[in-house]
């Protein structure tokens, strides 16, 4: 079986997914990483060639692992929302939201995502201001992924919660 973690950037993917592996014995793969040992480091890459080259190599990245029978995939938080990227997802596999509330996320972009392009430098109100911007818009289609999880738990917590719900 074939299934995706999506959530926005710092919502937990990766650390739940590599959990959620562990749990079950699946394979882990995280996309951004698998991405990196091709390209290099992300944000330096994405700055020179921009997003749309990014999303063209990750479109690529996804499509290496469609072709696998059983992989557990922390997207990037872009990664649904780029050409029919969550469409492939959805037919090919499970697809899980990883649902963390604003509040926490800012609060660990603050912490943690200054690696991250589309944060890359934002600080105080202008970091909050940047992520609802995106979460309005990427949102919507985090949310047809047909299970959803609360991220905001411990990544133990996490794992487990979504071990639950999809029965594994």
């Excluded at 995706?4 to 959620?20: D, Q, Y």
């Excluded at 872009?78 to 899980?96: C, H, I, Q, S, Y």
């Excluded at 992924?145 to 996490?158: L, S, W």
């Amino acid at each position: 079986m074939r299934i995706f973690i999506v959530g926005f950037m710092c919502s937990g993917k990766s650390v739940v997914g590599r959990e959620l592996g562990r749990l079950t014995g699946r394979r882990f793969v995280d996309l951004d990483r698998l991405i990196e040992q091709r390209i290099g480091p992300i944000l330096p890459w994405m700055r020179q060639h921009g997003e749309a080259k990014f999303r063209e190599v990750e479109g690529i990245v996804l499509g290496e692992l469609l072709a696998e029978q059983e992989v557990l995939v922390a997207c990037g938080g872009g990664t649904p929302m780029a050409a029919d990227n969550m469409d492939r997802m959805l037919a090919a596999g499970k697809v899980v939201y990883l649902e963390v509330p604003h509040t926490v996320l800012v609060e660990r972009a603050r912490r943690s995502g200054g690696d991250r392009p589309l944060l890359y430098g934002l600080q105080g109100d202008a970091l909050g201001t940047r992520i609802n911007e995106l979460m309005r818009v990427r949102e919507p289609v985090y949310r047809r992924a047909p299970v959803h999880v609360p991220g905001e738990g411990t990544p133990a917590q996490t794992a487990l919660r979504m071990a639950e719900v999809l029965g594994l």
